[in-house]
Each structure stands twice: as C-alpha cells, then as structure tokens.
C-alpha cells in the first residue's frame, strides 16, 4: 500500500465541462472540502471519495456523488484509489458543467480519468504503520532522547517537564520503535 503526503492536483475538459481532481492526504480531507467549496461557488458537484485504515486496521471507505446520477461519480473516483492500492488518501473532484449531459458511461469515465490525471501528479510514499508511545526520562537523558528520536526516525509529538522529568509523547514505525527503546535502554520508561 502507497500513501500521499501532499495534495496534488490536475484538470480534464470533457464536451465543455471541467473536472478538477484534487488527490490528498485524509487528514486534509475536512479542510480542504470546505476550501474547495468556497473557492469554487460556481462549481456544480463536489464529488468525493477516500479510504483510510482505522485503529483496528480495517479498511474504511467512502464515495459521494454528490448529485450525479448514482454510482456514476463516487464510485469510479473510489476505484482508482482501491486500482492504485492507496490508502489514507482522498480524492475530490471539483466538476464545472459545460452545457452538454455526458450520460452515466460518460460520468464514469470522465470522474475516473480526473482521478487518474491527479494520481499521476502525486508523490507517493510507502505506507507505513505508525505507533504512538508515552515515555519518560530522568532531565539528565532529555537530550539524548531527542538525539536518538532523529537518528531513529522517530517524531516527538509533545514534551512535558514535570517534578521529576520529561515525559515524551512519540510517533515511529515498529521497526524504528524498536531500535529507539533498544538504544535507550533504562534510561526511558513506558508509560
């Protein structure tokens, strides 16, 4: 499975009527509806679709078509992330109507290519499961916790100073995970 970092974008003209396909991370989805909405008013559809992993690692997915005749929009837009194994990822496509009905094979092509066309502006990066992992350290190994958190490739996420030292909030891969708490050894503490 691949996932995006960025949005990107591109536009197919078809018998008059644009269609402007935004790829994106999930976590932009929310916002980037709402900007898109009001950045284009004079649009018709706002179709969308996306697919994301939930706490329990189970594949969740979503298309709208958002007025389309149904199954003619949401569906082919979510069958290019499920063709390209994408995950985390979402897709809007901003339709502008040009005057001519393209009929449901049309619709089906034509939301499916603007997909397709922003797929093909992406970068991608191979996804990776991330944990989430409290921690705490004496003050005397702060330093050597953000030390080790760049070398293993590990995010802090937050840091609090308390009575009796730091409390680390971090986000890594198993692998990295690993590697982090067996180079710090005792000096950390799971919380």
């Not at 499920?82 to 094979?105: D, S, W």
């Not at 990066?125 to 590990?154: A, G, R, W």
Request: proline share 3%; with cysteine.
């Amino acid at each position: 499975m691949i996932t995006v970092s960025a949005i990107s974008s591109d536009t197919i003209e078809i018998k008059g009527s644009k269609f402007i396909a935004h790829l994106m991370p999930m976590s932009m989805y929310a916002d980037e509806m709402k900007r898109l909405k009001e950045l284009n008013p004079k649009a018709v559809h706002w179709v969308s679709a996306y697919r994301y992993l939930n706490k329990f690692d189970q594949i969740v997915e979503y298309s709208g078509d958002d007025g389309e005749p149904k199954g003619t929009s949401g569906k082919p837009t979510l069958s290019v992330l499920q063709g390209h194994e994408l995950i985390n990822a979402a897709i809007i496509t901003v339709r502008y109507f040009g005057g001519t009905k393209l009929g449901p094979g049309g619709l089906v092509r034509a939301y499916a290519e603007a997909a397709n066309a922003a797929y093909a502006q992406a970068k991608f990066l191979p996804y990776e499961k991330l944990f989430i992992q409290k921690i705490e350290c004496d003050y005397s190994s702060v330093s050597m916790v953000e030390y080790e958190s760049t070398q293993k490739n590990i995010r802090i996420l937050s840091k609090e100073f308390g009575e009796k030292g730091a409390i680390f909030e971090i986000e890594g891969t198993g692998e990295n995970s690993e590697a982090f708490f067996a180079v710090l050894g005792r000096s950390i503490q799971k919380l």
